[in-house]
């Protein structure tokens, strides 16, 4: 018997989807090539804490929490706030992929790992894709597809929903990874986002530590990192070079070296077609300030599993059915993304120019960046906290 829904890909948003899915009794299938859920994924694994507490999760094993955030604007010294509270937690990516797999719940046998979606097709009679497996090739169809497979979908590669998002709106992160040395000092509790162009090609540098792991990386938009001259690792080196990431990172050596796209296009639509959702990087959901995606994919997910339930219960897998996917995805997290966009050009690019150096020198100010970098605050609040009331009127704040 055929499966009604069929979700490709076993990251946050494919594993939240699942999560839906079962919760609601419906009959899925979840393929994905790894062996283990985000073992092979490149991420700082910053998790904010609204993730934890909007999905009602608690702190699981190997969440290291992070309770302080450093930010260095051009021409300024680091600044650090600190929160009383956890602000989120850095986790392996293994670990959050092990935690979210059993969160499935019985069902999660219907998740498939070391299992390759090659090739999907959509027509009137259903989804039908194709799957290698170690035993060999296979197919499976089913009414509805998920696609969570990632900033390169399987479904957008085989011709379904859209085209890819281009160069100028994607990003792209280079990431060393790090182990702290015998008798070093624990990583302090405090994640970094070094702006300007000494750090990255008009993106951010940041530094996330988890127990004895501290993950560091730079980047920035595909477009300008390829038209840069500066290679990555020299910006990364330099970022390693700042004296207070000097001292963080004291005693500590690179263990191995990564990089991978990230979508950082605000809000990307259609983001579904007849029979088929595209979710998490898929979908775009990833801050376009931040590049955290995990919170995002998992909103994503979620949205398409509460409407692929929905689809099948009424036996309406049409466009028309499926439209409420991107209305709830966009009633959700749709603000963060539109202005996350707008605030991308200046915060990204100009750094303290554009959003003013006087503003960023003020405590409070800081604050409020720091807040919406974390999660803990909209990025609409933040720009209507931070902008002066001719430009709120401007950009219809
Ligand atoms: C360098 C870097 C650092 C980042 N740091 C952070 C961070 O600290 N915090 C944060 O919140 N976000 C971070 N992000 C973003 C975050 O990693 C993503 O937004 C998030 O993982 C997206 O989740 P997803 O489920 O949509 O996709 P993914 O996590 O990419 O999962 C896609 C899944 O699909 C599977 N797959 C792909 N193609 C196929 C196929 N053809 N067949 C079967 N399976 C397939 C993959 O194996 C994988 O399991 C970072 C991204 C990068 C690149």
């Given at each position: 018997m055929c499966p009604d829904v069929i979700v490709v890909g076993a990251g946050p948003a494919g594993l939240s989807a699942a999560h839906?899915?079962?919760?609601?009794?419906?009959?899925?299938?979840?393929?994905?090539r790894e062996q283990v859920p985000g073992i092979d994924k490149c991420c700082g694994g910053f998790v904010p804490a609204r993730m934890m507490s909007e999905f009602g999760i608690h702190p699981f094993e190997g969440c290291y929490a992070i309770n302080s955030v450093r930010m260095k604007f051009p021409g300024m010294d680091p600044v650090r706030v600190d929160f009383d509270f956890p602000i989120g937690y850095d986790v392996a990516r293994?670990?959050?992929?092990?935690?979210?797999?059993?969160?499935?719940?019985?069902?999660?046998?219907?998740?498939?790992?070391?299992?390759?979606?090659?090739?999907?097709?959509?027509?009137?009679?259903?989804?039908?894709?194709?799957?290698?497996?170690?035993?060999?090739?296979?197919?499976?169809?089913?009414?509805?597809?998920?696609?969570?497979?990632?900033?390169?979908?399987?479904?957008?590669?085989?011709?379904?929903v859209r085209g890819r998002i281009p160069n100028s709106e994607m990003g792209y992160g280079r990431q060393y990874i790090l182990e702290r040395g015998p008798n070093t000092d624990e990583y302090?509790?405090?994640?970094?986002?070094?702006?300007?162009?000494?750090?990255?090609?008009?993106?951010?540098?940041?530094?996330?530590?988890?127990?004895?792991?501290?993950?560091?990386?730079?980047?920035?938009?595909?477009?300008?990192?390829?038209?840069?001259?500066?290679?990555?690792?020299?910006?990364?080196?330099?970022?390693?070079?700042?004296?207070?990431?000097?001292?963080?990172?004291?005693?500590?050596?690179?263990?191995?070296?990564?990089?991978?796209?990230?979508?950082?296009?605000?809000?990307?639509?259609?983001?579904?077609?007849n029979r088929v959702m595209l979710a998490g990087d898929a979908a775009g959901h990833c801050s376009p300030v931040s590049g955290e995606g995990i919170y995002y994919s998992m909103v994503g997910g979620a949205c398409a599993g509460e409407v692929a339930s929905l689809a099948v219960d009424e036996s309406n897998f049409s466009e028309k059915s499926l439209i409420r996917y991107e209305k709830l995805w966009r009633s959700r997290m749709g603000s963060d993304l539109k202005w996350g966009a707008w605030l991308q050009h200046r915060l990204l690019d100009g750094g303290s120019s554009s959003l003013g150096s006087s503003l960023l020198r003020s405590e409070k100010y800081q604050r409020i960046v720091a807040e919406m970098l974390i999660g803990e605050r909209s990025v609409r609040s933040a720009i209507i906290a931070c902008a002066p009331g001719y430009l709120r009127a401007k950009i219809g704040l």
């Open positions: 839906v899915l079962s919760e609601n009794g419906v009959d899925f299938r979840l393929f994905s293994y670990r959050l992929g092990t935690f979210l797999l059993e969160r499935v719940g019985r069902n999660k046998e219907f998740v498939s790992l070391e299992t390759e979606v090659s090739n999907v097709v959509i027509d009137n009679s259903g989804c039908h894709v194709t799957i290698e497996t170690p035993n060999g090739r296979d197919t499976e169809d089913a009414e509805i597809l998920i696609d969570c497979s990632g900033a390169n979908p399987v479904s957008i590669r085989h011709g379904y302090d509790n405090v994640i970094d986002f070094f702006y300007g162009h000494e750090y990255s090609p008009g993106g951010y540098a940041w530094l996330f530590p988890r127990n004895d792991i501290a993950v560091i990386g730079t980047g920035g938009l595909v477009s300008r990192v390829r038209d840069d001259e500066t290679p990555l690792d020299t910006y990364l080196h330099r970022f390693m070079d700042h004296v207070v990431i000097g001292e963080q990172l004291r005693g500590s050596h690179v263990v191995s070296k990564e990089a991978a796209l990230m979508p950082l296009a605000g809000i990307v639509t259609p983001s579904f077609s």
